[in-house]
Structure formats: structure tokens, C-alpha cells
């Protein structure tokens, strides 16, 4: 019974995000992090939590994906950039001008600290991503 709630979360969660985006053609495609293609976010709902540890090892990806509450396939990898809040002051710095398809965490983590926040940000507004800001523990 949890799993098809979870699953009924996330079909109305997606449908939210992609139902507003109809009259703007805009956001009509949820996409998720990935970390070696697995996803980050705990639970792909509103209340869904992005979060790794400081040593995280791996090819962070943003991907559309097959998601049903057994699993979660990234499908296409798409374009984009990465900014880092700061934990302190709640600074949003761009953490380069590269746009990415994938990118090494550990070169990302090395600009970042504890407490941070790293920002994943679409290139294309056809694409929501919903689950955008990754904790650093």
C-alpha cells in the first residue's frame, strides 16, 4: 500500500510540475539527480531530500528518468551548471561557465564545504528539476 501511494505522489507531484507548464510550454519534462546513476533525492515527492556526504565519490548526472517506487532509471542525460550556496552567509556562486552533461563530485566537493548547499540549475526550461539543491554532510 505505501508503494502505490509513493507512486501516487509522484505521478501527481510530476503532473503538478508539468500540468502548470502547459499554457507556457515550459517545465513539461521532470528530470532528477543522479549520483553513478543513482538517484539522489530520497523520495521523488515534495518532500524529497538531496543530500551526500563530503566524500562522495562518483559522475553526478541530471537525467530524465523511469521512476515507479522499485526503482529509478536514469533515461537522458541533459545540460547543466552547478552554483554553490554557501552555508554562512547563504551566497549563490556559480562554481563555473562550463555547461555539464556529467561532472566528477569530487571536483565539485572540493569547492565546497560542509553545510553547503550545491545547486543544480537547467539549462533548458523544458526541464524541471524539483529536487535541485543537494546538502553537503
Known amino acids: 500500500m505505501i508503494q502505490k ?6 505521478l501527481l507531484f510530476c503532473g503538478a510540475l508539468t500540468s502548470q507548464g502547459f499554457s507556457q510550454e515550459k517545465f513539461t519534462a521532470c528530470t532528477a539527480a543522479f549520483l553513478d546513476n543513482k538517484m539522489i533525492v530520497d523520495e521523488y515527492t515534495p518532500d524529497g531530500k538531496c543530500v551526500i556526504s563530503a566524500g562522495a565519490t562518483g559522475k553526478l548526472t541530471v537525467c530524465t528518468a523511469d521512476l515507479s517506487p522499485e526503482r529509478s532509471i536514469p533515461v537522458e542525460q541533459i545540460y ?35 553545510g553547503d548547499h550545491i545547486v543544480l540549475i537547467t539549462l533548458d526550461d523544458d526541464y524541471a528539476v524539483p529536487h535541485n539543491e543537494i546538502l553537503v554532510e
Open 5 to 10: 501511494t509513493r507512486l501516487f505522489a509522484l
Open 80 to 114: 547543466f551548471k552547478i552554483a554553490v550556496r554557501d552555508q554562512n552567509t547563504k551566497t549563490l556562486y556559480m562554481y563555473s561557465d562550463k555547461k555539464y552533461k556529467q561532472v566528477d563530485m569530487q571536483e565539485v566537493l572540493s569547492h565546497c564545504k560542509k
